[in-house]
């Protein structure tokens, strides 16, 4: 009888192993760009600042300072921009204030930035960082 109790135990607790099994965590290394998991997991990805996002999903995706997506639905890296516009916006178009600045927050970092009215009165005058 005891016999019969072990093996049952036993042949329960291998099959209830091989159903599930810890989720899988998106780790990128510094090279990585973006990474895809198709299978269920947690994905993360690093923002400005040291913080992170994460989400958990059947399919789920990273990217370094963007934001991670699961299962269709992206989830964006906070900005630390606190309502500036996009520098993207103003970047390489016209101005007509030599030398004058424009608060902006950089797409890629996430974090306020400049852009500089530059250029000449023959080639024109452009915003552009600095």
Do not use: I
Request: charged share 10%.
């Amino acid at each position: 009888m005891k016999l019969s109790l072990a093996a049952m135990v036993t042949l329960v607790g291998l099959s209830l192993l091989g159903c599930g099994g810890p989720a899988l965590e998106d780790t990128m290394g510094p090279e990585a760009e973006a990474r895809t998991v198709s299978q269920f997991g947690t994905c993360t990805a690093t923002c400005a600042g040291g913080s992170s996002v994460s989400c958990t999903g059947t399919t789920c995706s990273s990217t370094d300072n963007q934001g991670v997506t699961c299962d269709g639905v992206f989830k964006g890296c906070a900005s630390s921009c606190g309502g500036l516009p996009s520098c993207n916006l103003y970047s390489n178009q016209k101005c007509t204030t030599p030398n004058a600045t424009k608060a902006c927050c950089n797409p890629t970092t996430q974090r306020p930035d400049s852009l500089l009215c530059s250029g000449s009165v023959t080639s024109g005058y452009r915003w552009l960082y600095y």
